[in-house]
């Protein structure tokens, strides 16, 4: 725990404490593992020195985030882990009402489903919900999109309005990393409004070749940050379900969320939902 050597974010200038780091991704695997975990399971799955994971997980432990169980040599979050966000959005995360809604969705179309939100300039994948038989393997917790040109950027991108959605895209151009292709801003504003219209946003081979995800934003009186939900699924399955899944989507947010998936309150500025 004692590393502190700062070490290059991908894909930018940024820097990152690599102890926070390994703190975080050790939660976020715990997250995707959802059971107990050894010191070696954690170093291999994450890459890092036993020696290091063993000090990190134990460490932890002293700061009530993990639990050890001497007998099993294993390790499992404390409660203390659930309950650090729950005051920050009781009406969406309070009570199990994502994980129900995310699961049901799951359940009933038998693909994956992701929950995702703006960070930064980017999309990213908070939760994933994998059926055992999916054939969706690029989809991980943590993933990030580029709000320019993914399915579920768009989504998010269509609750701004054309001129912050202009700002936003100019700002990600300007930032790109070399080798990628600015995004037509022009192009961009004027095609939100059909996804406005629709309420959704088809896309396939746009990210994975053969694969498609069909992305819908949560109703916006639930709160000021932005939240979507996607499905994925092979490309020829979600051009042949897209009604089918698109209607699923539909019955359990307003099942599990209630109803006004139409916004009728101002979108939030970019301000309000950077993070």
Not at 140 to 162: A, E, I, K, Y
Not at 190 to 202: C, D, H, I, P, V
Not at 246 to 265: C, F, P
Request: hydrophobic residues 40%; positive net charge.
């Amino acid at each position: 725990m004692g590393d502190t050597h700062q070490t290059s974010a991908r894909g930018g200038g940024d820097h990152i404490v690599k102890s926070v780091a390994r703190t975080c991704q050790t939660l976020v695997y715990f997250d995707e593992a959802r059971r107990p975990l050894t010191v070696v399971e954690v170093s291999r799955r994450l890459g890092y020195p036993q020696s290091s994971t063993s000090a990190l997980l134990k460490s932890m432990v002293k700061l009530g985030f993990l639990a050890h169980d001497a007998r099993r040599k294993d390790y499992f979050p404390t409660e203390r882990v659930p309950l650090l966000g729950s005051w920050m959005n009781p009406d969406l995360f309070g009570e199990g009402i994502i994980q129900r809604l995310l699961r049901a969705i799951s359940q009933r179309t038998q693909h994956v489903v992701v929950l995702a939100t703006k960070n930064g300039d980017e999309a990213e994948y908070m939760q994933v919900i994998r059926p055992k038989k999916s054939p969706i393997h690029h989809i991980s917790l943590g993933t990030r999109r580029p709000l320019g040109n993914s399915g579920v950027g768009r989504v998010l991108m269509s609750r701004f309005s054309d001129e912050e959605v202009c700002r936003l895209l100019r700002k990600v151009n300007a930032y790109r990393a070399p080798g990628t292709a600015a995004v037509d801003v022009n192009a961009f504003v004027a095609s939100l409004a059909e996804t406005r219209a629709k309420g959704y946003y088809l896309s396939t081979d746009q990210v994975v070749k053969g694969a498609g995800l069909i992305s819908m934003p949560f109703p916006g009186h639930l709160n000021s940050r932005l939240f979507a939900v996607g499905v994925a699924a092979p490309t020829d399955v979600i051009l042949k379900s897209e009604k089918e899944i698109v209607r699923i989507m539909r019955e359990e947010i307003v099942h599990n969320l209630g109803k006004g998936g139409q916004r009728t309150d101002p979108a939030p500025s970019e301000a309000q939902t950077a993070v």
